[in-house]
């Protein structure tokens, strides 16, 4: 096996990991969302349980304040959690890119080898074949 074969093989396998890592950032997009969307559901809960109609209203406001204060600053780092994952994701997929550009390079010089090896192949038994017949 030729070394640019061999070297497609190797970039093959560079960007199923690639892949891989890339999947993992989507999953981790994924999760920082829905852990931001609980949030926002958690403060709609507390807002919508400020209704002045229930007698202990006065009692929990304080607690509930320090809630949606609590959650603010979670909803803030799982924002600046996602960012940070957002652009990890883009630079696997700008690495990801490169490696399938030049894996689809090598291997369009590998295929250039091995076409080169069967025509010289070729025209060696086409030789052979003549200068047995003299």
Excluded: C, P, Y
């Amino acid at each position: 096996m030729s070394e640019t074969a061999d070297r497609v093989k190797r970039l093959n396998r560079i960007l199923k990991v690639q892949a891989q890592k890339r999947l993992l950032e989507e999953w981790r997009i994924g999760q920082l969302r829905e852990q931001r969307s609980a949030l926002e559901k958690s403060d709609a809960d507390i807002l919508a349980s400020l209704g002045v109609d229930n007698a202990l209203h006065g009692l929990f406001v304080g607690a509930k304040v320090s809630n949606l204060r609590r959650n603010e600053a979670e909803r803030t780092k799982l924002t600046e959690a996602e960012s940070q994952a957002e652009e990890r994701l883009r630079q696997v997929r700008r690495v990801e890119k490169s490696i399938e550009k030049a894996r689809n390079r090598t291997g369009r010089l590998a295929d250039a080898e091995d076409e080169a090896k069967q025509r010289d192949a070729s025209i060696d038994a086409f030789l052979a074949r003549t200068t047995s017949f003299e």
